[in-house]
């Protein structure tokens, strides 16, 4: 286990593939990194900042998550499952290709503040709330919608 320093910096550091599983790197300045295909299952990124950070087909498995900072990173085939996303900041990532299942605290308007979230692949149910919240009901599909229709 790597333990780094509460607010290292990091910032455009090349940590391609680099092996990092159950690293701690809360609060960490990972701005602009390049963390493509590393191994942060399990690492510790509370609060830390991953503003356009490359996090093309990372694994973060059960990774802690909440409060960081993911505004405009690339999550591009990351696997995210289990990971804890309470209260993180996904503002313009590409989740395109991104594994979203079991993650815990994600909330529909995070991932909706993300490009490409269409594209994510998220729990059934989830994607049902997703889909609820994306096509609000006009009041004509309402009218028709409720049971009214069977009278």
Do not use: H
């Not at 286990?1 to 092996?19: D, G």
């Not at 963390?35 to 399990?42: D, I, M, Q």
């Not at 997703?130 to 096509?135: H, K, M």
Request: charged fraction near 35%.
């Amino acid at each position: 286990m790597y333990s780094i320093a509460p607010n290292a910096e990091l910032e455009r550091a090349n940590l391609e593939r680099a092996e990092l599983k159950g690293a701690n790197l809360e609060e960490a300045n990972l701005k602009e990194a390049n963390l493509r295909g590393a191994e942060l299952e399990r690492a510790n990124l509370w609060k830390a900042d991953l503003w356009e950070a490359n996090l093309e087909e990372v694994n973060l498995k059960e990774a802690n998550l909440k409060a960081a900072k993911l505004e405009r990173a690339n999550l591009w085939k990351a696997d995210l499952e289990g990971a804890n996303l309470k209260d993180a900041n996904l503002r313009g990532a590409n989740l395109k290709g991104a594994w979203l299942r079991a993650v815990e605290n994600l909330t529909p308007e995070q991932i909706k503040a993300a490009c490409n979230w269409q594209k994510a692949i998220l729990d059934r149910d989830f994607r049902v709330r997703l889909d609820e919240i994306s096509e609000p009901k006009t009041p004509f599909k309402q009218r028709f919608s409720e049971s009214s229709l069977d009278e």
